[in-house]
């Protein structure tokens, strides 16, 4: 009696140690997801307008995400979620620096740091950088990767732009996904490239298992003098250890152990204790044997990476582009206006004189009509070009801020503080120096190279799965058996009681001394016999590589033909420049001659007015000419890749969304202050 009394204490010690354990745990746990409930929910559009204001610095740091947790100094970081902070909608200080007086005055060299500090575009893409990072996370603990999306973010109205993708090509300011670029793409997004193809790989990331449990049992057995039940309870205590290496080698190791205690007479011990070691280790032989199948996902997890900076490069240069043809835009409208309201202010003194010489009667009534028409007229050409002026302003304003929120911002002028020039001698550079400097140096080249170092890889892994499984293992086990033995009783000379108590420590000791050991060593092979899936994946793989290759070699021809019909352009518009150049200079003369043949009274008003259309419409025509060369200049940088070089612009400072370099835009000359005046409405005709 006084044996089952201790049994039963010792099971329900045991059970009190579990229920603890699981309390312990379900507390844990609970407090885990009270942090997760007492986590902030995304704010609402309200709480977002009201925190959207200006500060002083909003950098954003790449290598925040850019690792993942370990085990020191906080052992539990690893198991912890991380929370990514809220995206920072407020516009930099940098637009509060360029405001006067309600008015937003901006150089091109001010609009592109402040694109590169608030364009959403940019800022969007910025993310990727640390996607793709955890990509190679994934792939260091043994996993594939899930792929990276590098197309273009296209959310800037008033500019266009195209690249290439690892795995998506981006479209829409929300990066819409439609497959991969080049080789494996597919429409929408139905096709699935075979890139990372191969045998299976092992986690790298080791693995602790352990099972605690606590079982009782009662049997009924019977016996010479009738039914009797047996009690049984069992404690189980067992762990596992599992480990990927590089090379396809797999370790697990298994430490079990059990406590039993029972009443029945045919147990030789009670308490008995079992304890069992047994390692185990595998190496595949053919597929799935080096270092390339098996770490094949950390390469193109680490290249995916270097597309992605590469892409976000792209990025910068597209969103650059976007933002210097939007503010020769901005120009040409702000010059178009103040040319329509000269026009329109000599064609209302024209109606003005008109309008007296009618009523002394040196002159028809019908030129006061025709003088009124043409006041109408040039009233409504001047009100389309302020109106698309304001429309350019908001597109500026749009590309430059995160929010326009601020209700300064949203009725603010944009003032362009820069002119059009054009120098006086066109550098001339030979078209194959371009064309060179193009290959060595577009974004979407290097992407190309280097998805095509990933299929290169894939390819050799393909090649590595057709071949049969065979691996070799070999395993260590070892066993230990202790407790109490259970009494003896004979029914002549009575119980005796036991002898030879064998503790826990002595079955540890049994299985280090390995007193029962066992062990072995063996292979297992697996052929599939037809390998038609593996053929599928090697063939395929084969022409994907080929196909990209083809791809990159298409692409070289269209970033020649790119580069010539820049240069192309460049002259073409520098020839239109000087075309307009001279219909002004013409339509001056033509226009000044005709008012002193009028004053001398040998012309009409109606000639004159003639005159200062034809002046017009040349003005208009060298203000169009103008912005197209300075685009057709933003185009061949672009073309040759030479974008960010020609400006100065450091890469550090657009992952970080801060300028600590201000850029330099060649080709821009000041505006005199006193013409940065915001045009004047249109004044209204006299009746």
């Known amino acids: 009696m006084e044996m089952r009394r201790m049994q039963r204490s010792r099971v329900l010690t045991a059970f009190h140690r579990a229920a603890a354990l699981f309390l312990a745990a379900n507390m844990v746990t609970a407090g885990w997801a009270q942090d997760a409930a007492s986590v902030p929910s995304a704010p609402s559009a309200q709480a977002q307008t009201q925190q959207a204001v200006p ?7 790449v290598r925040e995400y850019s690792k993942p947790e370990s085990h020191f100094p906080n052992p539990l970081s690893p198991y912890t979620p991380r929370t990514v902070a809220q995206p920072k909608l407020a516009n930099t200080s940098r637009i509060d620096q360029l405001m006067r007086d309600g008015k937003l005055y901006l ?20 993310y990727n950088l640390n996607i793709a990072d955890t990509d190679i996370w994934r792939a260091n603990a043994g996993s594939s990767t899930r792929g990276v999306n590098t197309g273009l973010v296209q959310g800037t109205p008033g500019g266009t732009g195209s690249g290439v993708g690892t795995t998506s090509t981006g479209g829409g300011a929300g990066g819409t996904t439609s497959g991969s670029g080049g080789a494996g793409a597919g429409t929408a997004g139905l096709v699935t490239s075979t890139s990372g193809v191969g045998a299976a790989v092992p986690l790298f990331d080791p693995i602790l298992t352990g099972t605690l449990q606590l079982d009782q049992t009662r049997a009924q057995s019977p016996n010479a003098f009738g039914n009797a039940f047996t ?43 079992n304890s069992n070691f047994r390692a185990t280790i595998s190496q595949p032989l053919l597929s799935g044997f080096g270092l390339l199948p098996n770490t ?27 933002i210097e043809n939007i503010y020769w835009d901005l120009v040409n409208a702000y010059e178009n206006v103040k040319v329509q309201q000269d026009s329109l ?3 209302q003194k024209t109606f003005s004189d008109n309008r007296k010489q009618v009523e002394i009667g040196t002159l028809a009534p019908i030129e006061v009509v025709r003088a009124q028409s043409v006041v109408a007229t040039n009233q409504q050409s001047l009100i389309v070009a302020q109106t698309n002026l304001q429309l350019q302003q908001l597109l500026m304003k749009n590309a430059l801020s995160r929010t326009l929120v601020d209700p300064v911002l949203a009725d603010a002028e944009v003032i362009p503080t820069d002119t059009m020039s054009v120098p006086d001698k066109e550098p001339v550079v030979p078209t194959q120096d371009l064309v060179n400097e193009a290959l060595a140096h577009r974004a979407e080249l290097a992407e190309s190279r280097i998805d095509l170092t990933n299929r290169s890889i894939t390819t050799r892994s ?4 057709l071949l049969p499984t065979l691996s070799l293992f070999a395993y260590y086990q070892g066993s230990g058996l202790g407790g109490s033995p259970s009494p003896y009783c004979d029914p002549t000379i009575g119980c005796k009681p036991p002898t030879g108590t064998v503790g826990y420590g002595d079955v540890l000791n049994q299985l280090i001394d390995s007193n029962a050991p066992s062990k072995g060593a063996g292979l297992q092979l697996s052929i599939p016999i037809r390998n038609r899936s593996a053929q599928a994946d090697q063939v395929r793989a084969e022409l994907e590589y080929r196909q990209a290759q083809m791809s990159l070699q298409q692409q070289e021809n269209k970033i020649r033909i790119e580069v010539r019909n820049a240069q192309f352009s460049v002259q073409q518009f520098r020839a239109a420049v000087d075309a307009a150049r001279a219909a002004v200079e013409l339509a001056n003369q033509s ?8 004053a001398l009274g040998a012309s009409t008003s109606t000639l004159v007015l003639q005159n200062d259309r034809d002046l017009t419409q040349a003005q208009s025509n060298l203000v169009t000419a103008m912005s197209n060369y300075q685009k057709a200049r933003v185009e061949l940088d672009r073309t040759i890749g030479a974008t960010l070089d020609r400006m100065g612009i450091l890469m550090a400072d657009a992952e970080r969304g801060e300028v600590t370099k201000m850029p330099s835009v060649p080709y821009v000359t000041p505006r005199p202050v006193e013409q940065t005046t915001p ?8 009746q």
């Open 345 to 347: 202010t000599l064609a």
């Open 679 to 686: 045009a004047n409405p249109p004044a209204q005709p006299q």
């Open 55 to 61: 500060s002083k610095s909003q950098p954003f740091d």
């Open 462 to 465: 393909a090649k590595n799965a």
């Open 107 to 126: 150089s091109m060299n001010d609009a592109v740091a402040l694109a590169l500090e608030n364009n959403l575009d940019i800022a969007i893409a910025r």
């Open 591 to 598: 226009l000044d001659a005709e008012q002193k043949k009028y």
């Open 231 to 273: 009690d049984t309870h069992t404690a189980t205590y067992d762990f596992g250890y599992q480990q990927g290496f590089a090379w396809g080698t797999n370790l697990s190791v298994g430490f079990n152990n059990s406590r039993n205690t029972s009443t029945s007479t045919f147990q030789t011990h009670s308490p008995q204790l």
């Open 296 to 322: 094949r996902f950390i390469k193109i997890a680490k290249n995916n990476r270097e597309i992605s900076d590469v892409a976000f490069r792209l990025q910068v240069i597209t969103t650059v582009n976007q």
